[in-house]
Every structure is written in structure tokens, then in C-alpha cells.
């Protein structure tokens, strides 16, 4: 008998959690077939992506699209120039270096901000996922294509995704389950090794951080509201941070510090760093 399809109270059966989420990531990258991951800011989908291209024992490339123009992806134009012949010359169209490598050598080529990239930008990227082309220079023939997106209406300056991207990439919605983020707070900084072919967690002096995330992963377990997978309604528009495991972490890693240098955790400081 086949197993039933348990469709997410949110959005439907393309919503995964982070463990399926890899696998689908790594389904995609072996059949050489675009993804494009979408969830909300700070739930972790830059670190799977590079946790997967680790396995895959693949180079992790990044390139941010709300930072480039179209010339950055369909390449600058360049003259070569006529030489001592007199001749005209020629037009060169060179890429931005993360996309040359991609041309030079097989790599992953993650596409981040997606919906944060303008309509330009998300046309030059178009011709990079569909014909695979940067300019005058094709992408290596074992480079894969991953992107990742905020919904636009929680990206900034965000902008719908176009048809054809929609069209000529796997949409995969991702959100972490609860339990999920317990363990990579529980798990935070901990080292592991590999012992019979089983991965096993090194017994080592608890630090300061390792301390305040298993209090963390043990108290969102009695008060699961503390964790906000998805920005509160008016989160832009107030200015204020909100409670995702990115913002947890964040707020983890300073305190840890200021404990370590004696701050009182009474204190405004304290208070402060925690609050923001």
C-alpha cells in the first residue's frame, strides 16, 4: 500500500523540512535540474546548501543577486581592440569572477536573493539557468544551479519571481520543523566524529555558547512561541527583529561573549543585545 502524502497546514505538499529539503537539494544537483529554494529570512537555507555541496564534495560558490546589475551575469562588455592591424576589433562579453569559475570547473552555483534581484538582473540569471550561457562563456558542463528566495513580501524591495523562472526551476518551499531547530541549537558548536560508520557526538568541555544553546533548545521546547519561523505581521514596517533561528543564534553567540567578559546579565547591555 502506498503511503500517504501529508499535505503542510501551511502551504501544501511542496513545503519541506530541513532534512527533506537536502534531499531533495541533492536529488536536483545529481540529475543536473535547477531548484530553487523558497522560506522565510534566517531558517537556514545558504547553510544547507553548503552542507549538501560538502557532501556532494562539490565547491560552494555563492553569488548574491540583489548586489549585482545585469552586466555582472551576462558579462561586462570588453573590446579586444584592432591591434596593430588597424582592424576594429571585437566585443567580449566577461562574467563576474564567482560565475567565471563556474565556467572553469565544476562547481555549486547558488543564485541567493532571488526575489530581491530586479527584473533585469532576474533576466540575465534566466539565461544562466535555462541555456546555461554567462555571457560569451558557457558554464562548465558539471556545474549545478541552486537558488534561494524570501517570498517577495518578505524580501526587501522584493519582486515576484518571473514566469519563466518559475517555469524552468523546481520550486521547493522550505520550513524547518520545530524539533529541527532544537537539535541544531542542542547540537551548536558541538563537535562529532565518525565511529564504525555512525556519527557520534565528541564529549568535550561545555563553552559558554554550547551552555546558553541547550538552555535555549530546552526552553523553546516549553515556550515555542520564542521561535518565529516566520516574521511577525508588521515586522518591516516597525523595524524590529524578530525571533528566527538566525536572529537566536545571533543573539547566542554575543551574549555568550559578554558573559564570557563578566557583563552582568542583569544588566541594560545585556538586555539590550538580547532584545535586538
Known sequence: MAAKIVSDKVSGIDVLSLAECMRALEYSILANQPINLLGPPGIGKSAIVSMVAAKLKMPFEPLILSLCDPTDIGGFPVSTGGGTTGGLGSINRLPLGSIKRACNEAVILFLDELTCASPAVQGAALRLVYERWAGDVKLHPGTRIVAAANPPEQASGGWELSLPHLGRMTQVNMRPKHQ?????????????????????????????????????????????????????????????????????????????????????????????????
Open 180 to 276: 529541527e531547530v532544537q537539535d541544531y541549537f542542542y547540537d551548536l558548536d558541538a563537535k562529532f566524529e565518525t565511529v564504525n560508520g555512525e556519527r557520534t557526538r565528541v564529549a568535550a568541555p561545555t563553552t559558554t555558547v554550547q551552555g546558553l544553546a541547550t538552555d535555549f533548545a530546552a526552553t523553546i521546547e516549553m515556550a515555542p512561541d520564542l521561535l518565529c519561523i516566520d516574521p511577525p505581521p508588521g515586522t518591516s514596517s516597525s523595524g524590529k527583529a524578530w525571533g528566527a533561528p538566525r536572529s537566536w543564534e545571533r543573539g547566542i553567540r554575543v551574549l555568550a561573549e559578554a558573559i564570557d567578559k563578566n557583563e552582568q546579565d542583569s544588566g541594560p547591555v545585556f538586555a539590550a543585545l538580547l532584545a535586538g
